[in-house]
Nanobody, 123 residues
């Protein structure tokens, strides 16, 4: 089992910045990737950005040029630096992780979700 704890959400004015952090803990062999998703009221959940164990980051078109996942974060941690925030970025942001767990000589990969942290951008 993996527990994901997010922090850093809040209220910010348009054009401002926020930094979200997520720490993974629990019983697992290795984290393979971590990512941030978001869901606004009445909209589908969407992938914002993610990073692999090897440090390769990818971003949704809506995040490119404004959001960054630092590649030097501590192990089992993912940070999302959000700049130039706009009202349309208002959503609940969820940290996710794909983790390998070992059962004997076998490994299984599972996906885990955090509880989410609210980001509200006022105009």
């Amino acid at each position: 089992q993996v527990q994901l704890v997010e922090s850093g959400g809040g209220l910010v004015q348009a054009g401002g910045s926020l930094r979200l952090s997520c720490i993974a803990s629990g019983s697992f062999f290795r984290i393979e990737s971590m990512a941030w998703h978001r869901q606004a009221p009445g909209r589908q959940r969407e992938l914002v950005a993610g990073i692999t164990r090897g440090g390769a980051a990818a971003y949704a078109d809506s995040a490119k040029g404004r959001f960054t996942i630092p590649t030097d974060s501590p192990k089992n941690t993912v940070t999302l630096q959000m700049n130039s925030l706009q009202p349309e970025d208002t959503a609940k942001y969820y940290c996710t992780a794909r983790a390998l767990t070992r059962a004997g000589t076998d490994f299984q990969e599972y996906a885990y979700w955090g509880q989410g942290t609210q980001v509200t951008v006022s105009s």
